[in-house]
């Protein structure tokens, strides 16, 4: 172990949202640690570049004035290349022990320790504050569950810890500028969310299904025998929102980020009753239609519910649940979207397309489907995107359909392409497909002509004809959903550099 002080240094790569990364911060401060947060760059949708030269050096700067002796660092899979380039230089510079932490580090610990010293697996609180505690008394790591490291050139992978189970105990995320910076061409010392309209928020971890795309197939492994899907109370959720709220003024809109918001009735009961009277902000769920509960959702609606988002994801093979081992029914998410209309909910449904398993007929299928849904509705197109340890990846490695190139952190597909748009290049089926599907979301087109178009011989032929109606249609509702979102106060030249400029424009 080199330097010992309390100084300690977390860095989100390219997530300035990361609630992981801040809850880390929080339970270190509260254990009597000096963190400092930095948020290296920002993301944007479809759109993500390399870091600078200057800013790399912003940061070394950074981390050698705040003269720290541990850094932890914080990514996803997509930026397994910035976080080795970043790690390398900082090794060179620095004889600190680097921490590897986050989704990806928990799926590849022993391949992320070519790079970086510790790998921190699974959820960090705890793990992190033994760590701390260890780097500062220069013990060794030994003992200290959930870690992978390298000793005497052997790689220790020491037991998984148990996840957190009362979550109700962690700090709440800190939000003022102490102790914050935001490198983006320079440094700020100040929080990048202090201009945030919409608060992100989880009010449980973990989900109770298993898609096989998901980073749940893997935490499901790791946590076997575990109870990995667990709920906070709605006392301390709707304490941390007006806590949050306090510090964040701007805030139009709560997001609720669970994988999936599904919770006992006795709990909605408790949560509609003290969100209506501590917070009110509209807010907004991520949902599986295989717990669609009418009463609950109507209790939420009149609580501030304002926008569902399901993932529908595919029709083909639905029962047997194939292609993501998602086994849901036409028939429950025909039955959500009825309800959804009666509530006056605001409903997105999530599509994934580019799945090299999907044949063309599926696909013809999940237009006609997509047709029959009442409108109106949003629709958010993903690219499939193979992320490492998935059973979905292990599964297509295995049946030769991709191969390791392909595989996020290897592959850096979602930098251009994870929300679809229509500038991607893709095959000529794909992206007649793509067109026709983001033509099923605009109201203002009959459903008879979208039919026509998916019938129509000659405009199979001529792509570039619906490639340019199916882009102009998409123009007019994002041009909705802009003066909407400005009228609710929702718009902020942030989200717009997130989502707007004309080469990202997304399919809505
Ligand atoms: C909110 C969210 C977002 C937000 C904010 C993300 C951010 N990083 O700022 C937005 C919309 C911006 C976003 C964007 C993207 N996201 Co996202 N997102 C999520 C979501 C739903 C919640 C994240 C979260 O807060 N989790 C709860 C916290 C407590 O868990 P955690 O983040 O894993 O952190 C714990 C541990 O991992 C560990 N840990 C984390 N970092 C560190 C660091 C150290 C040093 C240590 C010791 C420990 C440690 O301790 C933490 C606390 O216990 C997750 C799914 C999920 N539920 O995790 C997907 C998820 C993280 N996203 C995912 C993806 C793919 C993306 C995008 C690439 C998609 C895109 N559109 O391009 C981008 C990339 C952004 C980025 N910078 O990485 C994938 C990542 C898969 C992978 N293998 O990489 C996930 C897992 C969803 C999935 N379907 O599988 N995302
Ligand atoms: S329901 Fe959503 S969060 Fe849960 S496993 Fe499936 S994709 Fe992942």
Redesign the pocket.
């Known amino acids: 172990m080199s330097r010992l002080n309390n100084n300690i240094a977390?860095v989100?790569?390219?997530?300035?949202?990361?609630?992981?990364?801040r809850?880390?911060d929080s339970v270190l401060s509260q254990n009597g640690f000096n963190t400092h947060l930095i948020f290296f760059k920002k993301?944007v949708?479809n759109d993500i570049r390399y870091p600078r030269e200057e800013e790399v050096s912003l940061l070394k700067a950074l981390l050698h004035d705040l003269d720290v002796s541990l850094v932890?660092?914080?990514?996803?899979?997509?930026?397994l290349k910035i976080a080795r380039s970043l790690t390398e230089e900082i090794k060179r510079d620095f004889d600190f022990n680097v921490?590897?932490?986050?989704?990806?580090a928990?799926?590849s610990p022993k391949d992320c320790l070519d790079y970086c010293d510790i790998v921190?697996r699974?959820?960090?609180?705890e793990?992190?504050i033994e760590l701390a505690n260890a780097v500062k008394e220069g013990r060794s790591l030994e003992g200290i569950k959930g870690i992978c490291y390298r000793k005497e050139n052997r790689i220790v992978m020491s037991d998984m810890r148990k996840p957190i189970c009362d979550l109700d105990k962690l700090p709440f995320p800190d939000y003022t500028n102490k102790r914050k910076y935001f490198i983006e061409e320079r440094c700020e010392h100040k929080d990048p969310l202090r201009n945030a309209r919409e608060l992100?928020v989880?009010a449980s971890?973990g989900c109770p299904f298993n898609c096989s795309?998901?980073?749940n197939s893997i935490m499901k492994k790791i946590y076997k025998g575990s109870n990995y899907h667990r709920l906070r109370s709605p006392h301390s959720i709707v304490s941390e929102v007006k806590h949050s709220l306090g510090l964040l003024e701007k805030i139009k809109k709560i997001k609720f980020?669970d994988?999936t918001f599904i919770f006992p009735k006795e709990w909605i009961d408790k949560f509609c009753a003290l969100y209506t009277k501590d917070v009110g902000l509209p807010f907004e769920i991520l949902f599986n239609v295989q717990c669609l509960d009418k009463e609950n959702l109507r209790k939420l609606r009149d609580a501030g519910l304002k926008k569902v988002q399901v993932g529908i994801q595919t029709i083909s093979h639905l029962e047997s649940g194939r292609d993501y081992n998602r086994k849901l029914s036409l028939e429950k998410i025909r039955d959500f979207a009825l309800i959804a209309k009666e509530l006056n909910l605001d409903v997105v449904y999530d599509i994934i397309l580019d799945n090299p398993q999907s044949e063309f007929k599926d696909k013809i299928a999940l237009v006609e489907f997509l047709i029959t849904l009442p409108k109106p509705f949003d629709l958010f197109l993903y690219s499939l995107?193979v992320?490492?340890g998935t059973e979905m990846c292990e599964r297509l490695l295995r049946d030769g359909l991709i191969g390791q190139k392909d595989v996020?952190g290897e592959a850096t597909k979602?930098f251009h392409q994870?929300?679809l748009s229509f500038s991607y290049p893709r095959s000529k089926e794909e992206l007649y497909l793509a067109c026709v599907i983001s033509l099923t979301s605009k109201s203002f087109l009959p459903r008879r002509l979208i039919l026509i178009v998916l019938r129509s011989r000659f405009l199979k032929k001529h792509l570039l004809l619906i490639k340019w109606f199916a882009i102009a249609a998409n123009q007019v509702k994002l041009f909705c959903i802009f003066i909407k979102m400005i009228i609710n106060g929702e718009m902020s030249l942030w989200k717009f550099q997130e989502y707007g400029t004309p080469k990202r424009f997304l399919i809505q």
Do not use: K, Q
């Open positions: 977390l989100s790569l390219y997530g300035v949202e990361n609630m992981g990364i809850s880390i993301w949708n932890g660092i914080s990514f996803t899979s997509p930026f921490v590897w932490g986050g989704i990806h928990t799926a921190c699974g959820e960090g609180e793990t992190m992100r989880l971890r795309y998901c980073y980020d994988d995107t992320f490492p996020e979602s994870f929300r």
